[in-house]
């Protein structure tokens, strides 16, 4: 199959076009006795051009959820489709393919490799995808340099700052132009300030048609930047709105 010439389909001819769509997906970890129902029946649909923020108590589930969405965890129970595809059918290599080539990832405390540079460590799925490391490198210089780190490229992880960092890892994510791009925390380890102009930064460089942006998050001060919020609760989406109607029933 070749997976990289599917144009994105509109289901309904409108604007708005799914890029992910999750039906009564479950996940559990453990056996017997110590079984924990992470994903009880999750129902979500993320379209092609938005921000979603995926908000909701600790353990409630949003990286389980993350990680079946993007393919690192198969779920035991329901569908997960990306642009039409459903991922269920997806085995190994294959499975390996798709994700390197349609997803980007931002995953908590970044997870930088700490041996390569700021530079090498945003060129990573280019070169995994196979491109020349000269031409991967200066792709990475040009996004590190949207970033706002042209002087930090040739500096390790353990040398900047944690909104640095995290602005490596949004490069990383976002180098090989994915279609999906899923964000854990990436706040978590931020002083407020920091974390609304790393996610302002993110907005501005990550959204555009064609491209979903998924943020799990649980700073309430980052939410103005989402197009939609959807609540978990329990391990199953609760509730989806816009960020008004979704702050209004905070209060
Ligand atoms: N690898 C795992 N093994 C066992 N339990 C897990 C594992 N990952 C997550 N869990 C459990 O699943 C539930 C949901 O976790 P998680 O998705 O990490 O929640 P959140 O990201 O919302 O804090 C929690 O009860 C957590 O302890
Ligand atoms: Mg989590």
């Given at each position: 199959m070749n997976s990289s010439s599917q144009p994105v389909q509109s289901p309904d001819g409108g604007a708005l076009s799914a890029a992910v769509v999750c039906r009564n997906v479950e996940k559990s970890f453990g056996?017997?006795?110590?079984?924990?129902?992470?994903?009880t029946g999750v129902n979500l649909e993320v379209y092609a051009g938005e921000m979603l923020m995926l908000v909701g108590p600790s353990g409630c589930g949003k990286t389980t959820l993350l990680s079946v969405i993007a393919g690192i965890l198969d779920a035991d129970n329901g569908s997960v489709e990306l642009f039409n595809r459903p991922m269920g059918l997806l085995r190994g290599a294959e499975k390996t393919r798709f994700r390197g080539r349609f997803i980007g990832f931002s995953f908590q405390q970044f997870n930088?490799?700490?041996?390569?540079?700021a530079l090498e460590n945003a060129g990573i799925p280019l070169l995994i995808l196979g491109w020349p490391r000269k031409k991967a490198l200066a792709r990475a210089a040009e996004l590190l340099e949207q970033l706002g780190l042209a002087d930090r490229m040739s500096n390790f992880p353990k040398q900047l700052s944690g909104g640095q960092q995290q602005r490596v890892a949004f490069a990383r994510a976002l180098i090989h132009e994915p279609k999906l791009v899923v964000c854990d925390?990436?706040?978590?380890?931020?002083d407020g300030r920091t974390g609304e102009q790393v996610i302002a930064a993110l907005r501005q460089m990550a959204v555009k048609p064609g491209r979903a942006v998924i943020v799990v998050t649980h700073?309430?001060?980052?939410?103005?930047?989402?197009?939609r919020i959807a609540r978990m609760d329990d391990g199953r989406i609760v509730d989806t709105g816009s960020v008004k109607t979704m702050l209004a029933g905070e209060q």
């Open positions: 056996q017997g006795n110590a079984v924990t129902r992470a994903l930088l490799l700490p041996q390569l540079t925390e990436p706040t978590s380890a931020l700073d309430t001060r980052i939410f103005h930047f989402a197009d």
